[in-house]
DNA sequence: ACCACAGTATTGGAGCCCGG
DNA sequence: CCGGGCTCCAATACTGTGGT
């Protein structure tokens, strides 16, 4: 108020001019208010609901959050009550502005006085607490005995480290994620890991295989592991979180334990069945089958028993369970909780992120890189199939698909090998970057000793690696894997050093993780696993705006594609080798969007032996994978070995080269 | 045509952590 | 303790743009 003041004083004007003064600067004040009383309910929802989601997950609430909230708990009142208070106080000012009393504006509170915040609580405890809760539930005992030797303190920092709120530095950071492996994967105490064992051994081996999505788990868990009068929630939700500790499935990064319930409300029938079908009707045509096919429930849970059993249908096993995972695939996609899971700590993200002031260490990116890890949706198409160096004629098909890739350079794509659709967006390079006015195309390909010089300019290291790491089986898996798949590249040269190979993946890989909000690749280090964070998307997804990560690319297809052929008018390159030609010629008229389908790339790979799953909308529902593995299928691929092959040895002999 | 500049790709090395 | 793997950073080279 002290320039407000200062106006008046220097305003020797008339008593009216000074009401008239005031009257004129309280409106201002009046609108600047409006508009900033918006943004901070806003924002302070926003904090709020953040909060409360911490506090149910006993994630520790940082102090700065919480006084926020406390000093700003009024914008929460009634908006009319606010409106009336701070009109009151309006008034006031102005009655005197009028009487030109100094003191009473010096004095006027412009907010709501701020009660003394509660003490905050104690975080330890809380733990603590919750440990001793969980122990004593008698449900998890096993638990209780894997805790005894470690301290809370572990405990603490590997929930920090998880949730990024870790102060330590560097070595601590590390050391606290590998804490947090050693309890995630129950390891360090024998009599647990045993005991652990004997649970999933328990486990019907189908579960431990590969399962065409969580539906169909739930329904192995109930078939076989029910008893005549099936399973309470608790045993259920017992089985899965055993199953859960199997590491091929804590891969798949979700929470399944908080599905079950979610789950077995609908398919129960209590949250609607139909719902689901009738959204998805709406993405095919095939879906309308399956609601045609959905029986009234698949489970029904006795209320005197209080037990879940699986109903039968009248189905035959193969049709149910790919019932249920088509099922699942849309109940993902569209309902599913695991996404509103997800856009809720998306939220938390994007708010920690706009809360953090500008000076941002080291630590930070780390750890909302880790952050981030977790958030990465699952892929829509699952696989079963490990990474291999693949064979001359795998490699042949894959150059075809990569030779179509890059002729169509402003387009997403999908790549389709093994049985796995891995979509890769449009190649950056090679129309102007996101939406930079700097055309990025280079003329002629920039020489690297590892690339073809004959490649198109906008062919780089970089993009092959990107496209190797979302070719990777589910879109994760080790730098080596990823060496394994680059080999694959025809734009590779004949003859490289393994070495220097391996120094630019490691680079490419790098940079690809450092490119900001919308970088293809993360690496989690956790399960030293590089992830493709676009594995959930769809090719259209990639120019529309997405709840995860953003707008990726601006829907300026048609204008990237003119561009392009202005500036190579040849209509794009065509690699001057004895290569098979392009199945696409150029002179095909190019306005539409065309991705090339499942289908279509099935057609036209006779070696290949996919299923015919509509595009995407039966992602989990892959029957020509479990016909050709049969009972050696694992759920997920095996255990990453860090070893990596190179086709020049391949033939020669068996050895692989450890780097 | 030439030059300065900005942006980007690539390389190579130091430092750190982790597992054997 | 050592080697592997990863991150980070500085140096260098290349490319397109815009000004003269």
Request: net charge neutral; glycine share 6%; charged share 30%.
């Amino acid at each position: 108020m002290t320039t407000d003041e200062s106006i008046y004083q220097n305003d020797r004007g008339s008593a009216e001019l000074r009401s008239s003064h005031a009257s004129e600067l309280s409106c201002m004040i009046n609108d600047e208010r409006k508009v900033l009383l918006k943004e901070i309910r806003s924002r302070l929802l926003r904090l709020k609901s953040i909060v409360d989601i911490k506090m149910a997950r006993n994630i520790p609430v940082n102090k700065r959050e919480l006084a926020c909230l406390e000093r700003f708990s009024f914008v929460f009142d009634d908006i009319d009550a606010l409106e009336a208070s701070s009109k009151k106080i309006a008034d006031k000012i102005i009655r005197a502005a009028e009487v030109e009393d100094g003191d009473s504006l010096i004095n006027i509170e412009l907010f709501p006085r701020v009660e003394p915040p509660p003490s905050p609580k104690s975080e330890e405890l809380d733990v603590e607490n919750l440990i001793a809760d969980y122990v004593q539930q008698g449900q998890y005992v096993s638990f209780g005995e894997a805790l005894k030797g470690i301290r809370v303190s572990d405990i603490i920092a590997a929930v920090d480290m998880e949730n990024g709120n870790s102060k330590a530095g560097k070595k601590v950071k590390r050391k606290t994620g590998r804490t947090k492996g050693a309890i995630k994967r129950n390891s360090q105490l024998p009599a647990k890991k045993a005991k652990n064992r004997n649970q999933l051994r328990s486990l019907p081996p189908v579960l431990t295989q590969y399962v065409r999505g969580f539906f169909n788990v739930l329904r192995i868990i109930l078939l076989t592991l029910g008893d005549a009068g099936g399973l309470s929630t608790e045993h259920l939700c017992d089985i899965v979180h055993f199953w859960n500790l199997n590491p091929r499935v804590q891969r798949t990064n979700s929470p399944w334990i908080k599905l079950v319930r979610p789950a077995l409300a609908l398919l129960s029938g209590r949250s609607a069945l139909t719902g689901t079908s009738r959204t998805a009707s709406k993405e095919s045509a095939g879906s309308l089958d399956l609601e045609r096919l959905l029986p009234p429930a698949f489970v029904v849970f006795n209320a005197a028993t209080r037990m879940w059993c699986w109903v039968d249908n009248g189905l035959d096993e193969e049709n149910e369970a790919s019932l249920l995972a088509r099922l699942f695939a849309l109940w993902l996609k569209k309902n599913g909780t695991l996404k509103h899971l997800r856009s809720h700590l998306d939220g938390v993200d994007k708010e920690e992120v706009e809360d953090e002031d500008g000076d941002e260490d080291e630590e930070d990116r780390s750890r909302r890189r880790a952050l981030r890890i977790d958030r990465i949706p699952p892929p829509h198409f699952a696989t079963d199939w490990q990474c291999k160096l693949s064979t001359p004629e795998q490699r042949r098909i894959f150059q075809i698909q990569e030779e179509e890739r890059y002729s169509r350079p402003w387009e997403p794509y999908i790549y389709n090998q093994h049985g796995y659709a891995a979509v890769v967006g449009p190649v950056l390079r090679a129309v102007g970057g996101e939406g930079g006015s700097r055309m990025r195309t280079a003329l002629s390909a920039r020489e690297h000793p590892l690339l073809r010089p004959n490649r198109p300019p906008w062919v780089s290291l970089s993009e092959i690696v990107r496209d190797a790491v979302a070719r990777l089986p589910n879109g994760e898996g080790t730098r080596p894997e990823i060496a394994m798949l680059v080999q694959d590249s025809g734009f590779l040269v004949a003859s490289f050093s393994p070495k220097q190979l391996n120094q630019c993946i490691s680079s490419a890989l790098d940079r690809l993780q450092s490119e900001g909000a919308n970088s293809p690749v993360m690496y989690d280090p956790v399960q030293r696993l590089w992830i493709y964070r676009f594995r959930h998307l769809s090719p259209p997804d990639f120019c529309k705006s997405n709840p995860h990560i953003g707008r990726l690319y601006k829907d300026q297809i048609v204008y990237q594609r003119e561009r392009f052929f202005q500036i190579y008018p040849g209509g794009g390159y065509r690699r001057p080798t004895n290569r098979p030609q392009p199945r696409r010629r150029r002179e095909e008229p190019l306005d539409d969007r065309h991705i090339p389908d499942i289908e279509e790339l099935t057609r036209e790979e006779e070696e290949m032996e996919v299923g015919d799953e509509e595009y995407y909308s039966s992602s989990t529902d892959d029957d020509s994978r479990e016909e050709e593995g049969g009972a050696s299928m694992a759920f997920f691929s095996q255990p990453r070995r860090m070893r990596l092959e190179y086709k020049h040895h391949q033939h020669h002999s068996h050895h692989s080269e450890r780097l």
